[in-house]
């Protein structure tokens, strides 16, 4: 349409007048466009007003031999509608990411308590270290591979009088290098 032409150079002008002509002829065909693609009539309402705007600002961007003023309208419409779509379908993709990660992070606790539980484990072994040979093998088969007093002595071949002794020496020594207090 020749008409849609000259208005639209008008509007390039800033005649608002000529905008309102070209508004009333393309408004139904953009929000049709925009409703099409985003099957959400208030999301299609929104899209149509930014391409009239856009219409409005980029008006002297028109090139005739290009195709009509219908057409670059149309297409200016389809682009922001896919635009729309492509964004919110980026935003959910965000946020299911976000929340497999979420799901996947261990809580505060958990970690928090993986770090004492490793911190404790190491002042416990340097505590063992710091025991003689002795005190160090007989706290190993009684705590932990959970030999009896009596068990203790047959598998080192003393009486069972000393294992209590080394025993008792061993855990006096560890509580003492732990910094534990008796009460």
Do not use: N
């Not at 299609?44 to 002297?60: C, F, I, M, P, Y």
């Not at 297409?75 to 779509?85: E, G, P, Q």
């Not at 946020?95 to 958990?110: G, N, S, T, V």
């Not at 061993?170 to 009460?183: E, K, N, P």
């Amino acid at each position: 349409m020749k008409e849609l032409d000259t208005l639209l150079g008008r509007v390039a002008e800033g005649d608002e007048t000529a905008f309102a002509a070209v508004y009333e002829a393309v408004s139904g065909s953009v929000l049709g466009v925009a409703l099409s693609v985003l099957r959400d009539r208030a999301q299609a309402e929104e899209v149509a007003q930014e391409v009239l705007v856009e219409v409005w600002r980029s008006a002297g961007r028109y090139r005739p031999d290009r195709g009509s003023v219908r057409t670059w309208v149309l297409t200016i419409a389809h682009r922001r509608a896919v635009d729309r779509v492509r964004s919110a379908q980026a935003a959910t993709d965000r946020e299911r990411r976000a929340a497999r990660l979420e799901a996947a992070l261990p809580e505060f606790d958990e970690v928090s308590e993986a770090v004492e539980h490793r911190e404790e484990r190491d002042r416990v072994r340097r505590c063992l270290g710091s025991l003689t040979e002795i005190q160090r093998r007989t706290v190993a088969l009684a705590y932990y591979r959970g030999l009896t007093c009596r068990e203790v002595s047959e598998s080192l071949s003393v009486p069972l009088g000393t294992v209590k002794t080394r025993l008792r020496d061993g855990l006096l020594r560890m509580r003492d290098c732990l910094g534990v207090s008796d009460g």
